[in-house]
């Protein structure tokens, strides 16, 4: 039982580059979301998904996507990189609205 | 406004002491949840306790409890018996209901680094 994974851990991009950060989890979960973490500001939620088709804007969707095409997938889409995304990615999924989440090992992305 | 605030960015504990962090909440609705989740050197969450507004008593997981006052809207996390593995980032994060039935997200705060000495 793997839980949460993320796809890469660690990734280096160029100013105007494209990438996507994959997460998967084999808990069943319906609920699954994707958040951004710097220095002195927490964790933020960027997108989220309440089920298998179905994606939300969190709190700075600004120049990111997202696709819940599985259940078990949620990818996360950069389709310009800018410095300011330089950050720690998690995705975390859980079972039940506002329940306890479950957080993958978190991506490490430098856009230069 | 900040609906979650940890004021202390820094903790030096020594070893086997208790130890608290802080966290104080701020919203509007009745039915909500604060959660405390660990983050050590390496970097993963890791979900520690979880006490619903409901709640009558305070939740306790092992060495962490959760002292919850309502009317103060504080969830301080407690810590007994501290050991060296409790050297981490300690986040503490609400989650609200509102109008978004069945959309609850979770908003955190920024974090207390927490150092064990020994």
């Known amino acids: 039982n793997a839980g949460v994974t993320q796809t890469p851990k660690f990734r280096v991009l160029k100013t105007g580059q494209s990438m996507t950060l994959l997460c998967a989890q084999d808990m069943n979960h319906e609920y699954m979301y994707w958040y951004r973490q710097d220095p002195g500001m927490g964790l933020r939620l960027i997108h989220y998904?309440?089920?298998?088709?179905?994606?939300a804007k969190g709190e700075v969707p600004d120049g990111y996507n997202v696709s819940r095409l599985k259940k078990q997938n949620f990818l996360l889409g950069l389709e310009s990189a800018a410095p300011s995304q330089t950050s720690v990615y998690f995705c975390?999924?859980?079972?039940?609205?506002?329940?306890?989440?479950?957080f993958g090992p978190g991506t490490r992305l430098t856009v230069t | 406004a900040q609906k979650i605030t940890q004021t202390q960015p820094g903790m030096f504990v020594q070893e086997k002491e208790a130890v608290t962090l802080d966290c104080t909440y701020d919203t509007s609705d009745q039915s909500y949840g604060l959660f405390w989740y660990k983050q050590p050197s390496s970097g993963e969450m890791i979900f520690l306790i979880y006490?619903?507004?409901?709640?009558?008593q305070n939740a306790t997981e092992g060495r962490y409890s959760l002292n919850f006052q309502k009317a103060r809207k504080s969830a301080n996390l407690v810590i007994s018996a501290s050991q060296l593995g409790d050297s981490a980032m300690y986040f503490c994060?609400?989650?609200?209901?509102?109008?978004?039935?069945?959309?609850?997200?979770?908003?955190f705060g920024t974090g207390t680094r927490l150092t064990i000495i020994p």
């Open positions: 975390a999924s859980s079972y039940r609205t506002g329940g306890e989440q479950y």
């Open positions: 998904s309440v089920g298998e088709g179905t994606t």
């Open positions: 006490q619903g507004s409901y709640d009558e």
């Open positions: 994060a609400m989650r609200e209901r509102g109008s978004n039935f069945g959309n609850e997200k979770l908003t």
